[in-house]
């Protein structure tokens, strides 16, 4: 799920959030798990390969920081 929150004079706050890259098997409710910034790592074969070759850019492929949210006040 990807969120973004328009704000004037200032750049967007925007977030992504998921359950798991390994999906939800056999549930087809979408809330049925909460979403989090902070996901576990991969258990197929395909998330792993992923994971390396995302790894090989940075070191938090599993994380999306929410700082962006409070650099900026309601004054600007």
């Not at 989090?36 to 197929?44: D, E, K, Y």
Request: no cysteine.
């Amino acid at each position: 799920m990807g969120l973004k929150f328009l704000r004037n004079g200032v750049m967007s706050a925007d977030l992504v959030a998921m359950w798991s890259v390994n999906g939800q098997p056999g549930n087809w409710n979408f809330f049925a798990n909460d979403f989090t910034n902070h996901i576990t790592a991969g258990t197929s074969t395909a998330t792993k390969a992923l994971s390396a070759k995302f790894a090989t850019e940075t070191d938090y492929i599993q994380e999306v920081g929410l700082s962006n949210f409070s650099s900026h006040n309601q004054a600007g």
